[in-house]
């Protein structure tokens, strides 16, 4: 693994507790589950996407007490990705709940623990200033999140941020640094519904599915990022971008498993494209949305990545249909 690799994560990892039921209890309900533990959080899946693909990739993170991150480092030293985890001993790792029904979608309730603690100082300076992507999210502290982006702005990769989960803190003035930005339709509606001006119509999924696509270009662009990708599940995603705008869709006909960690997959196989396609906006979100298709095939969240073998076998295969 060279020092710099081209792409570097920084947020959040988590121990994934999952759940799988039938159908989500109601409320004041118990239902019977069965339980699998597996690596997750939305920093460390989105390095583990995009790593798998063959791209250098390092993710910063941080992990708390106990043999968790041992295990954590020992996974990354076998998967050939590089990862720099700080310790912060008087903190619980991340844990996360995650209910799965039978269709495989899901309801998650997280806590954060060491990841709120990741400081400026555990980010590496040298690998900011080496990378050609940085990827953020909002899991872990955004003080970290906000450095990591100024520091990777000014050193000239580009960078991204997908700004999940969506916070009541959330501070617009990050997107100052930010080239690329990935809300999923639930971010998306929160974000727009920050904006001033905007802030107390009643904007929300239903508008945002009923609008024209000319119209939806409209409403990112107000969010002054130069590229704003939503991704929209099934339906695949829509870029905008100075120079105008595109759909992708999503693939169809596959067996959908677990769609945890979709929208990671998806900005972890965007930033391995933005390497391999040289920044072109376009070829990375293919990736990114080939990466996603094959990730909801499988259980778990970073388990379910895609090697390089696997997406290039899926990849060759549509290319023939
Ligand atoms: P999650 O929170 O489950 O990780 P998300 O809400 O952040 O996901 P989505 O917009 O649901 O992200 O999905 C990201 C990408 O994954 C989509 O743009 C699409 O390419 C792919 N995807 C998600 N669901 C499906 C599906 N049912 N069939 C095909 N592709 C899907
Ligand atoms: O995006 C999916 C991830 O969100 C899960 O792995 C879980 O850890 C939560 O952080």
Redesign the pocket.
């Known amino acids: 693994m060279p020092i710099s690799p081209p792409v570097v994560v920084v947020g959040s990892i988590m121990q994934d507790l999952t759940f799988a039921c039938g159908e989500f209890p109601a409320r004041g309900q118990t239902v019977m589950a069965r339980l699998a533990v597996g690596q997750g959080g939305?920093g460390s899946?989105q390095a583990i996407a995009c790593g798998r693909t063959g791209v250098g990739t390092v993710f910063v993170g941080a992990m708390g007490r106990g043999a968790y991150a041992a295990e954590v480092a020992a996974f990354y030293r076998r998967e050939k990705i590089g990862c720099r985890l700080a310790l912060k001993p008087d903190q619980p790792t991340g844990t996360a709940v995650i209910l799965l029904n039978g269709e495989?979608?899901?309801i998650?309730v997280i806590e954060p623990g060491a990841n709120a603690s990741l400081a400026p100082r555990d980010v590496p300076r040298a690998l900011l200033a080496g990378a050609k992507v940085v990827l953020t999210q909002l899991e872990s502290n955004q003080a970290a999140t906000a450095h990591a982006l100024r520091l990777a702005r000014r050193a000239g990769a580009m960078t991204v941020l997908?700004p999940?989960p969506m916070r009541r803190d959330f501070e617009l003035r990050l997107l100052r640094h930010v080239d690329i930005l990935i809300p999923?339709?639930?971010?998306f509606v929160a974000l727009v519904r920050k904006l001033p001006g905007i802030r107390r119509t009643k904007f929300d999924e239903r508008a945002l599915h009923a609008m024209s696509r000319d119209a939806l270009h409209a409403l990112c662009r107000l969010i002054k990022v130069p590229t704003v990708i939503?991704?929209?599940?099934?339906?695949?995603?829509f870029l905008s971008m100075p120079d105008g705008h595109e759909s992708?869709p999503?693939?169809?006909g596959?067996k959908?498993v677990d769609?945890?960690?979709?929208?990671?997959?998806?900005c972890g196989g965007f930033a391995a494209g933005l390497v391999r396609h040289k920044g072109r906006i376009v070829e990375a979100a293919r990736l990114?949305?080939a990466v996603?298709?094959l990730?909801?095939t499988k259980p778990g969240?970073a388990p379910a990545m895609p090697t390089e073998r696997e997406l290039n076998r899926f990849l060759r295969k549509n290319e023939a249909a």
């Open positions: 939305k899946n495989g979608q899901n998650i997908n999940a999923n339709e639930s971010e939503v991704t929209l599940g099934s339906r695949g995603c992708i999503a693939y169809r596959l959908v769609t945890t960690g979709a929208g990671d997959a998806f990114g949305t996603a298709a990730s909801i969240a």
